[in-house]
Every structure is written in C-alpha cells, then in structure tokens.
C-alpha cells in the first residue's frame, strides 16, 4: 500500500537535508509531494526535490494550473512533516497566518492527519521566548507533533541547539504507528 507523505520545505540553511529526507523516504515506498516557501527556494532549487520524488514541486498558492492545491494537498496527505521549520514558519503556525501555500495548506489539513514539525534555527533564535511560546501556542491547539533540532555545530559557526534532527531520525517518526 502506498503511504503519502507532504513534506514542507521552509527556507533555512538545513533545507539541502530535506532532499536526503525525501530520498529516504522515496527509498522506503513513500509517495512524496513537496510544498517549499519561496524562501526555501532561495537555499535548494525546486528541480531537487523534483528530481527525486518524480513530481512537480509545489510553491505558489495561486498556480493557474493547480487551483485549490492547498485543499487537494491537504486531502492527499496520509502525514505531513515540516523540514526544515524555520522560525518564521513556526511563528505564522502559531497565529494561523496563511499568506504562502505551505502555511495555507497547514491549515486547510483534515483534523485527523498526523503533522510532525522539525524546527531547526540558530540557538538564540530557538531559545527565544518568543519562539518557546510560538511552540507553547501551537502544541496547545493543534495535534502537531515535534522532533527537537539537535546540539550540534550550527552553519553559522555557533555551538548550541538548533540542529534539524537527523533525516533518518524524522522518517523513523513518521513511520512510527
Ligand atoms: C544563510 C541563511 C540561513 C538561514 N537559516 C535559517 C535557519 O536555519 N532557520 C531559520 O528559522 N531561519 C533561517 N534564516 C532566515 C530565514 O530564511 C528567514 O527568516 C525567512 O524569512 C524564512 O522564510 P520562510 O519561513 O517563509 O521559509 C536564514 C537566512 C539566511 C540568509
């Protein structure tokens, strides 16, 4: 049986793991669909993630030859993963803003679909209390479910928390029953 995964891609530096996310996943039996802000694009190239899932890569909410991707995309999904949720993402989740495709289709999601969310950002992003209430906010009113970013060597060349999780990591909790 084929399992559908939605994968949002939003625009941080850890967005080239998101393809190696996606080829794991494309290697484990998943059909993927990808939705990458505008921002994302501006890290990896839309053709990666074409390349290795075999479909266009959706980014605008307003495609003439897609009306209604948000709805239709929203149905498709057996689970959604953010990854890389950055702390604008997250931010917009929290007040239920919806002005791109991703954000949009986050909200139109059928109550029942599982949605893990992979927040990676710089440490003093993270810790900010802004974006420990964002989490706060969104664990309280949606069913969304978190895999921590890790402490590692950040691309900025600062240690601390904010790592994406390991790719194989996040396939293992969307597989998780
Ligand atoms: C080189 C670079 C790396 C960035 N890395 C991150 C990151 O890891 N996490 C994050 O939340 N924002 C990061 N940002 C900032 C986001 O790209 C920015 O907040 C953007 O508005 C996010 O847009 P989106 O949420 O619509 O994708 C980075 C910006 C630059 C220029």
């Known amino acids: 049986m084929s399992r559908k995964l939605l994968l949002g891609v939003s625009g941080g530096i850890a967005a080239y793991k998101a393809c190696e996310l996606t080829s794991l996943a494309i290697k484990a039996g998943w059909d993927v669909e990808v939705i990458m802000t505008d921002n994302a694009t501006r890290f990896v190239g839309p053709l990666t993630?074409?390349?290795l899932t075999g479909r266009p890569v959706h980014t605008d909410t307003f495609a003439p030859e897609a009306a209604m991707a948000h709805i239709h995309l929203a149905k498709w999904a057996d689970i959604v993963a953010v990854a890389p949720?950055?702390?604008?993402?997250?931010?917009?989740?929290?007040?239920?803003?919806?002005?791109?495709?991703?954000?949009?289709?986050?909200?139109?999601?059928?109550?029942?679909?599982?949605?893990?969310?992979?927040?990676?950002?710089?440490?003093?992003?993270?810790?900010?209390?802004?974006?420990?209430?964002?989490?706060?906010?969104?664990?309280?009113?949606?069913?969304?479910?978190?895999?921590?970013?890790?402490?590692?060597?950040?691309?900025?060349?600062?240690?601390?928390?904010?790592?994406?999780?390991?790719?194989?990591?996040?396939?293992?909790?969307?597989?998780?029953?």
């Open 49 to 51: 993630f074409a390349g």
């Open 85 to 177: 949720l950055s702390a604008n993402t997250l931010g917009k989740i929290a007040c239920g803003l919806a002005d791109d495709l991703l954000t949009t289709t986050l909200l139109a999601l059928p109550r029942g679909t599982r949605c893990l969310l992979a927040p990676a950002m710089n440490t003093e992003m993270w810790f900010k209390p802004v974006v420990q209430r964002n989490i706060r906010w969104i664990t309280e009113m949606e069913r969304f479910t978190w895999i921590a970013p890790t402490e590692k060597r950040l691309a900025c060349g600062d240690h601390g928390v904010g790592g994406l999780a390991d790719p194989a990591d996040i396939l293992a909790m969307l597989e998780a029953p």
